[in-house]
Every structure is written in structure tokens, then in C-alpha cells.
């Protein structure tokens, strides 16, 4: 593994970005244009993990002005939880905070988690917005994934926060050692934990994302099977559960979409949110959707992870492979903007 480092060398940065990018720089460039426009720009590092230096591609102009960037090369990278791991091991600053090649922070995003972790929280996540609104796949797929943390949310303590948008204390993910990337595949799980552990976890209003989504039925469904899966799988081998405890999950995992169907109309009601008309057109995606995530769990408690993990991190990359026709045009206006 090799690390190249162009530094500011009077202080240390507040905050380090995890950015990674499964091949050049080309796929992560949407997201440095948002990071390029934060207002704290010159306290952040930027630390790139992609599978080579010499392929990455990468025009240093672009990583002008902010206080450092590190690039870090992995080799070929399996999951994403392995290459944030490293990406957290290889920052220099205190705070981390993780980003996605396909989620578009507003510029007072990073100054408002900065301001959060001057507080004791261990973690402090973003508010959710839609960056492809016009699609019923696309809501449906954000409220699954991200239904708790949706615009508008009050800041506030929270029982988990936003997988693969979320910062953390870096000395605490630390502490974890070898077992950071294994919760890091399901980032609930590391939320529960740290709870478990005596930490809080902190949603920040202030700090807003827009999150882009799938928006092609097949992939979209695909995903949701193979996210269920790897949940189970990662909770069933870290809790090290004895089988008859294995045999009540995947007895009673036919009621997860159930459940989650509840807690979703719940999400919905809460004061300020606007999606709520979406629900008559959008509950039959709704619905299968969670079936699939269920299936996925109940599968996950039965055997083995299989190829729940590759498939994940395959799908995890260039979103507009995922997109319908009419949110790839508009993706791709957007990026022809550089």
C-alpha cells in the first residue's frame, strides 16, 4: 500500500474526508465539486482510497485549497467498508467523515458537523435530501434507507444515524481495531455498538446532503435483497448467535416488512414532511421493496454471507448505471457542468 502526502504543514486539519473511488478520479469528480465549495474548505483533508495512484488520473488543481490531501493507494478493492477502514487509519485529523461518490453536501455541510463534535457525541450525521426527486423508486429507496434522517429533521440525539454520510471521532472508530471494518459493512450495527458502549449519536439539522438514488427497478430490487442479506449475515457472525436463536430470526423475518412498513408510515406523519402524498403511488414499490430487504435477512440468518458483499460494493459505484433514462440525462447535464 502506498500513501502520497501534500500537506499544509502549519497545523493539523479539523476534519478529514474519506472519499474513495473504485477506479479513477473522473468517478468521484460531482462529489469533490461539493466539497470544493465548503466553507471551511481550507480546514479539511482530503484522503482519496482507490485501488491505484498511477490509474487515478488525478488533477491536483482540483485539490487546491484545502489543507491537505493524502492519496492512498488500496489495491483492488472488494468492499467499501475495507477502504474507508484504511481511509480512517491514513487521516490526520480528529474528526472523519465519510462520503459517497453519489450524495451532494451543501456547503455549510462539513462547518455544521465540525460545530456539532465540539460537543462529547462520538458520531454526528446529515440530514437527507432527494437528488432525484422526480422518480417513485427513487423515494421509495430513501425511505428505506434513509427514512429517519429525511428533510426536515430537528438536530438532536438519535438511535442511529445516516450509513456511509455520517462523521465520527476518529480516535474512537480507532479504538475498534480489526473489527472496524467488519461493522463498518453495516454501519447500523457500529451505531448500536457504540450506543452499547455509553456513546451518543447526533443528528445536525444544519448539516444537509442530497442523496442520489436508485431509480431503476431491477437494480433497485437487487440491491435491497442483497442489503438485507448482508445486514443479517454482519449481525448474525458479530453477535456470535447460538442456532436457536438463528431459528427465531428466520422464523419471525417474515414480519420484517411489516414492521419496517410501520416505522416508514411513522417517518412519514412527523411534523414538516412532505412526503407523505407520495405514499398511495409509491406503497406498492414500498412494499416489495421490503419484502425483497426481508427475504434478503432471512436468508442472511440461515447461511453464509455468499455474494452478498461484492454485489453491494458493484452496485455501490457510478449511480447512473442505476438510473432511469430521465434521471441519467439529468445526471449527466450535471456533471457536464466542470
Not at 484504511?86 to 451532494?104: L, M, W
Not at 454520510?165 to 450495527?189: M, P, Q, V
Not at 419471525?252 to 407520495?278: C, D, F, N, S, Y
Not at 455501490?316 to 449527466?332: G, I, M, N, Q, T
Amino acid at each position: 500500500m502506498k500513501e502520497t502526502l501534500n500537506m499544509n504543514k502549519c497545523n493539523f486539519p479539523a476534519m478529514s474526508l474519506i472519499v474513495i473511488t473504485p477506479d479513477r478520479y473522473e468517478t468521484i469528480r460531482k462529489l469533490m465539486r461539493g466539497l470544493r465549495a465548503q466553507t471551511i474548505k481550507e480546514k479539511l483533508e482530503i484522503v482519496i482510497v482507490s485501488p491505484s495512484i498511477h490509474t487515478l488520473d488525478l488533477d491536483e488543481s482540483q485539490l487546491q485549497g484545502f489543507w491537505g490531501f493524502c492519496l492512498v493507494e488500496f489495491g483492488p478493492i472488494q468492499s467499501s467498508a475495507g477502504a474507508r477502514a484504511t481511509g480512517i487509519r491514513k487521516a490526520s485529523a480528529p474528526i472523519v467523515a465519510f462520503t459517497e461518490d453519489h450524495s451532494y453536501p451543501d456547503p455549510h455541510w462539513a462547518e455544521a458537523l465540525l460545530k456539532s463534535h465540539e460537543q462529547p457525541w462520538a458520531a454526528v450525521g446529515p440530514v437527507i435530501r432527494n437528488a432525484n426527486p422526480k422518480s417513485l423508486i427513487s423515494w421509495t429507496n430513501l425511505l428505506i434507507e434513509y427514512g429517519p434522517w429525511l428533510e426536515p429533521a430537528s438536530s438532536g440525539l438519535v438511535e442511529h444515524l445516516p450509513g456511509h454520510n455520517s462523521s465520527y471521532k476518529r480516535n474512537i472508530l480507532l479504538d475498534y481495531g480489526f473489527e472496524l471494518e467488519n461493522l463498518l459493512e453495516a454501519e447500523t450495527l457500529l451505531h448500536w455498538d457504540l450506543m452499547a458502549k455509553g456513546y451518543d449519536l447526533y443528528l445536525e439539522s444544519e448539516a444537509k446532503t442530497s442523496h442520489l438514488n436508485f431509480s431503476s427497478t431491477f437494480s433497485w430490487l437487487t440491491l435491497r435483497f442483497h442489503c438485507g442479506r448482508l445486514f443479517a449475515e454482519i449481525r448474525r457472525r458479530n453477535g456470535r448467535w447460538s442456532l436457536p436463536k438463528r431459528f427465531f430470526y428466520i422464523g419471525a423475518a417474515p414480519l420484517i416488512p411489516l414492521v419496517r412498513l410501520r416505522r416508514t408510515w411513522k417517518e412519514l406523519k412527523r411534523p414538516g414532511r412532505q412526503q407523505l402524498h407520495l405514499l398511495p403511488r409509491i406503497l406498492p414499490f414500498l412494499i416489495l421493496g421490503l419484502i425483497l430487504d426481508g427475504m434478503g435477512e432471512m436468508v442472511g440468518y440461515a447461511f453464509s454471507l455468499g455474494n452478498a458483499k461484492k454485489k453491494i460494493y458493484q452496485l455501490d459505484f457510478h449511480r447512473y448505471r442505476y438510473l432511469s433514462k430521465k434521471d441519467r440525462k439529468a445526471e449527466r447535464e450535471s456533471l457536464s457542468l466542470d
